[in-house]
Nanobody
Framework: VQLQASGGGLVQVGGSLRLSCAAV???????????VSWYRQAPGKQRELVAD???????NYADSVKGRFTISRDDAKNTVALQMNSLKPEDTAVYLC??????????????????WGQGTQVTVSS
């Protein structure tokens, strides 16, 4: 299973971006996402949890993004989105998604694992 993150870019203060994290498995396999998280890492800073969503749709947000960011999931498409509004310069970072999942292969193999996406750059200019 690979996680493909997309949607980053350059935006002005107060603007919006929508990040997407898609889980892609081998042909013939089925994926069941459990907890999916978005993290971010700015230069010189530690990686921090931005938001996560569990299989029941319960969400958790960092205090710094509450009221501005919304995480959502589409289990039919194995994707999780992070809608980011009212962006600030301090939101500038590489955003990474991480997912705990079950993978069901066509040969009956079941794997529980955690994967990370490749990261997508978000830059907010003032």
């Amino acid at each position: 299973v690979q996680l493909q993150a997309s949607g980053g870019g350059l935006v002005q203060v107060g603007g919006s971006l929508r990040l997407s994290c898609a889980a892609v498995g081998a042909a013939g396999s089925r994926i069941r996402l459990n907890i999916v998280s978005w993290y971010r890492q700015a230069p010189g800073k530690q990686r921090e949890l931005v938001a996560d969503i569990n299989k029941d749709g319960n969400t958790n947000y960092a205090d710094s993004v509450k009221g501005r960011f919304t995480i959502s999931r589409d289990d039919a498409k194995n994707t999780v989105a992070l809608q980011m509004n009212s962006l600030k310069p301090e939101d500038t970072a590489v955003y990474l998604c991480s997912a705990d999942f079950w993978s069901f292969s066509s040969d009956g193999t079941i794997v529980a694992a955690r994967e990370w996406g490749q990261g997508t750059q978000v830059t907010v200019s003032s």
